[in-house]
């Protein structure tokens, strides 16, 4: 190949970018990158997450650009693609160093020679003595050192003018990130080539560098001279956290208050919101952005949220929810912090787009297989890959853009620790779901380490999104993986693992049922010809306050469209499901006994967001303390031990009820209130001073006056009224009429559809 002439002015600057922005479907990676290379070295120095991979593949045409320049030497370099980038001078290191194993260096040079540039085979083995000793073992015989420099090398042989270095010191040992750092320091000194590294590692830019940008959020936030952020150890923790732990987040403002800093004489670029683009389509509204891990300190003191620590002891606390003793149950722990932000409304979210989400690593054929279906009934699909193995991916979101939204970052998922990488895969999917819109359906393949992964974040859509869920463990107990959801799980018959003649027509069926789901969708709840479009109410019962629970419906028929749901663990958790998906207007919620099952050890359990739909969505609620004078557990042999002597009721040989006692009923009103000093919508929140069930009445084995005093006390001693919220104490047991027709008042009261609605009736 003939040499490349080098026709540049030296006054030319080597790079310059203006206003760049570059998206991986809805995710807005750059925005609005400004930076300028005029010759020599410069770094760009950030934490994971932040944009700089994302920059060096838009330097090389390997992502488009969404808006904005890249220019060369002058030359525009968004439009080219990747090869004609190269050939026009720029050699690019990749992160990860992608060598050949079964190919020698002295072979990986002769690949790459050009023939006839500044850079023959001869000088790369004098650059680096070492890949000469090396020559003849192959690229994986080499150490991690040693192959960065074939990396190095075999971009040099390519007679660049720019070479751009992403990570070259990453998994290196010290000893080895010095001999990188010695060999970069003296292809800087050459003065031959100028240097774009993007590192991560303060010590080895500073070494090299002139000058250093920092990147945050997309962006350039600053660029400053190398030595003054090498002798400045506060500027850095400040600005990239060295010296506290790498999850720690950066003490910077909020993303849109951040802003690059021009270079000299210039006008401050405007920084503009840029809508993903979309073929044929207007931009979508961007409802909530939340902030990336590293700036999510001063989001989580705006809204109240409370940190949770390093990811470790993060993953620890998880754990220790999870764990079935006593002194590890949710109740005696911290509880999880309720999310500050509502999840989007139903009628937001939804789109014509599905999601065809898997472990690609191992599921590629059978995932492909999937998405082929569902496109040809017509329909758009993205394939989401949250594998964690670290391999190249050919799915439309790879797993690298999905690790990001894990609070630990992508350090976090890739561990190498197949357990603990899942567990914060499945936890950032979540993150990275609730920030998408246009979903008209989501679809997995799995088997119950995929599913693990996958039906997490599909609870975490709205009910009416259709969810399929094709796994090796659905023909079991399913109720970890669905919850309150509506995840359809179909048994996979055969393993998802290869397409056979079963696979082939069970993966077909759950795709075409899919699209059938997804063209059939309407955002308005679907009724029948005639019916009265109204207003949906939620109300919660159990079998001792099922007379009350009549009594309001009978009342409230003809102004809501109620919708009762069976307190038994997961009936509350699907009624605030339907709260936070906007399906839900207003809320009776009577029953609150699954918290005494939280609290006890009991087998109809709330879990620690009880409470948290309404804390979030302000939507009109009245409650009460209906059933909390019982916990419940299976057969009387499936008591536990230290319960023995305790008054029980069984209710049928499944189901053995036992009374609460004056310190538990204590315990759960302190709970309660907490929760309800949270609510900041209209609340009216009423206690039964006459019982709290049917067998909490005079004669009935569960009245108890003294442990219901001490319930109605440490709720009402607690409590903070407002013009908002109010605490009614009514002389009445739960079940009677008078009771019920409080409640109904309350409701009137607040929910200015009920009051207006009942006021034209009279």
Request: charged fraction near 25%; charge should be negative.
């Amino acid at each position: 190949m003939p040499e490349r002439q080098r026709s540049r002015k030296p006054s030319d600057s080597v790079l310059q970018i203006r206003d760049l922005h570059v998206f991986y479907g809805s995710s807005h990676a750059l925005q609005g990158v400004d930076f300028m290379l005029e010759h020599g070295v410069q770094a760009i120095v950030g934490r994971n997450g932040m944009g700089k991979t994302t920059l060096c593949n838009a330097i090389m045409g390997l992502v488009p650009a969404s808006r904005g320049s890249i220019r060369f030497h002058g030359d525009e370099l968004t439009k080219l693609p990747p090869h004609r980038i190269a050939t026009l001078g720029i050699g690019y290191t990749p992160q990860g160093r992608r060598l050949w194993p079964s190919l020698t260096v002295d072979e990986h040079m002769r690949l790459s020679d050009r023939g006839g540039s500044t850079w023959t085979i001869e000088r790369i083995y004098d650059t680096f003595p070492r890949l000469a000793e090396r020559r003849s073992n192959g690229g994986g015989q080499l150490s991690g050192g040693e192959q960065q420099m074939v990396a190095i090398a075999r971009a040099l042989l390519q007679d660049p003018e720019l070479l751009v270095l992403d990570e070259p010191t990453e998994g290196l040992a010290p000893v080895i990130v010095q001999q990188v750092e010695d060999m970069l320091a003296k292809l800087a000194e050459e003065g031959d080539v100028s240097v774009l590294l993007i590192e991560q590692n303060i010590g080895v830019a500073t070494a090299i560098a002139e000058n250093i940008a920092i990147m945050v959020n997309g962006r350039i936030n600053r660029v400053l001279p190398a030595g003054q952020l090498a002798n400045d150890r506060t500027l850095q923790e400040r600005l990239l956290g060295v010296g506290r732990h790498s999850h720690e987040d950066l003490d910077l403002p909020p993303r849109e208050e951040v802003a690059p800093v021009p270079d000299a004489g210039e006008e401050p670029v405007p920084q503009q919101a840029v809508p993903a683009p979309t073929p044929d389509t207007k931009p979508r509204k961007v409802l909530y952005v939340p902030p990336t891990r590293w700036s999510s300190a001063a989001w989580k003191e705006r809204t109240g949220e409370v940190s949770t620590g390093t990811t470790l002891d993060a993953e620890r606390e998880d754990q220790a929810r999870d764990a079935p003793d006593a002194k590890s149950r949710p109740f005696d722990a911290k509880p999880e912090p309720l999310f500050a932000e509502a999840l989007t409304p139903l009628s937001q979210l939804r789109g014509k787009e599905v999601l065809v989400v898997g472990t690609f690593d191992t599921k590629s054929a059978e995932l492909r297989y999937i998405r082929d279906r569902i496109a040809a009934q017509g329909l758009t699909v993205r394939t989401v890959d949250v594998s964690t193995s670290g391999k190249p991916s050919s799915a439309d979101v790879p797993p690298h853009m999905i690790a990001a939204d894990y609070r630990g970052g992508a350090s976090g998922v890739f561990t190498g620790d197949r357990g603990a990488s899942v567990r914060a895969m499945a936890k950032a999917f979540e993150g990275w779901i609730q920030r998408q819109e246009g979903i008209g359906g989501i679809i997995s393949a799995a088997g119950s380490g995929g599913t693990a992964l996958a039906t997490p974040a599909m609870r975490r859509l709205p009910v009416g999104i259709p969810k399929v869920m094709i796994s090796t463990v659905a023909s079991g107990d399913v109720g970890q993986y669905v919850g309150p959801s509506d995840i359809m799980m179909m048994y996979s018959v055969t393993d998802v693992q290869g397409l056979n003649r079963i696979s082939k027509q069970v993966l077909s069926n759950g795709a075409n049922a899919l699209a059938g789901m997804v063209k059939q969708a309407s955002d308005k709840p679907l009724r029948h010809d005639g019916e009265q479009d109204l207003p949906g109410l939620g109300l919660t019962m159990f079998g001792v306050t099922t007379t009350a629970v009549s009594q309001i419906t009978a009342q409230l028929k003809d102004y809501y469209d109620c919708l009762v749901f069976h307190a038994t663990g997961v009936g509350g958790r699907s009624m605030e499901k339907l709260v936070d998906s906007g399906m839900l207007t207003a809320a009776i919620d009577l029953t609150t006994t699954e918290i005494c099952d939280m609290m006890m050890g009991g087998v109809f359990a709330a879990d620690e967001d009880r409470f948290g739909a309404f804390i979030r969505t302000r939507i009109p609620y009245v409650g009460s303390v209906g059933a909390l004078d019982m916990v419940n557990f299976g057969a009387p042999e499936t008591v536990p031990q230290k319960y023995k002597g305790r008054n029980f009721v069984e209710h049928n040989p499944q189901v053995t009820l036992m009374r609460t006692t004056v310190d538990e009923n204590r315990r759960m009103g302190a709970w309660i209130v907490e929760r309800l000093n949270q609510m900041e919508g209209s609340v009216r929140f009423l206690i039964p001073e006459g019982g709290v069930s049917a067998l909490d009445a005079p004669g009935q084995p569960f009245h108890d006056p003294e442990a219901d005093q001490a319930l109605f006390d440490a709720i009402s001693s607690g409590f903070k009224e407002t013009a908002n919220r109010r605490l009614l104490r009514l002389p009445h047991n739960i079940n009677d009429p008078a009771f019920t027709d409080a409640a109904v008042a309350a409701l009137t009261e607040i929910d200015s559809y009920l009051g207006r609605e009942r006021h034209a009736a009279l």
